[in-house]
């Protein structure tokens, strides 16, 4: 995955909070998961990127957490994600959290996963049917941003920390 300077530039402003919410069973199918998917292993060089930016946010003090609503039975997109958490986003400084998708049927849902940065920024990501990226967008609407707050806010209450989740 190539570092996206828009995302970079929001997180590296980040002051006290960013905080993802994933809700996808499967995203881009990229090298990375192909290789992953053929027996292959995990290539954290390919993500070094990733794990410098969130580290040193982590290190200026920003609580970074990541919640994944999934379906159970895991699909083999999210197995290769709950693998690749701790060799990645755990030992980057992020916290990371499951909750099974049946869990979260009383929760008023955005209709796309975002990341939510110091309770007023919002980036949407936009993927199409067979999870690619096909774009991205800022809000800063008070609307918006509460409803993504309550989400996340309510997910994270309920899901079950990285150490403590054993996927089906």
């Given at each position: 995955?190539a570092a996206d300077s828009?995302?970079?530039?929001?997180?590296?402003?980040?002051?006290?909070?960013?905080?993802?919410?994933?809700?996808?069973?499967?995203?881009?199918?990229?090298?990375?998961?192909?290789?992953?998917?053929?027996?292959?292993?995990?290539?954290?060089?390919?993500?070094?990127?990733?794990?410098?930016?969130?580290?040193?946010?982590?290190?200026?003090?920003?609580?970074?957490?990541?919640?994944?609503?999934?379906?159970?039975?895991?699909?083999?997109?999210?197995?290769?994600?709950?693998?690749?958490?701790?060799?990645?986003?755990?030992?980057?400084?992020?916290?990371?959290?499951?909750?099974?998708?049946?869990?979260?049927?009383?929760?008023?849902?955005?209709?796309?996963?975002?990341?939510?940065?110091?309770?007023?920024?919002?980036?949407?990501?936009?993927?199409?049917?067979?999870?690619?990226?096909?774009?991205?967008?800022?809000?800063?609407?008070?609307?918006?941003?509460?409803?993504?707050?309550?989400?996340?806010?309510?997910?994270?209450?309920?899901?079950?920390?990285?150490?403590?989740?054993?996927?089906?």
């Amino acid at each position: 995955m190539a570092a996206d300077s828009d995302f970079e530039t929001l997180l590296r402003g980040a002051q006290h909070t960013a905080y993802h919410l994933e809700m996808r069973d499967g995203y881009m199918l990229d090298g990375s998961y192909r290789a992953w998917a053929e027996g292959g292993g995990f290539d954290d060089t390919r993500w070094s990127w990733w794990q410098n930016l969130i580290s040193g946010t982590v290190s200026r003090g920003v609580q970074v957490h990541r919640a994944r609503i999934i379906s159970e039975p895991i699909s083999s997109y999210i197995r290769y994600e709950y693998e690749l958490t701790s060799p990645l986003n755990i030992k980057a400084g992020e916290d990371v959290r499951w909750l099974p998708r049946r869990l979260a049927t009383d929760i008023a849902l955005p209709g796309n996963d975002f990341w939510l940065i110091d309770g007023s920024t919002l980036l949407i990501n936009h993927f199409d049917g067979n999870g690619d990226m096909r774009g991205k967008e800022f809000v800063t609407d008070p609307a918006a941003v509460q409803l993504c707050a309550s989400a996340f806010a309510a997910v994270w209450d309920r899901a079950t920390p990285h150490a403590e989740y054993q996927p089906d």
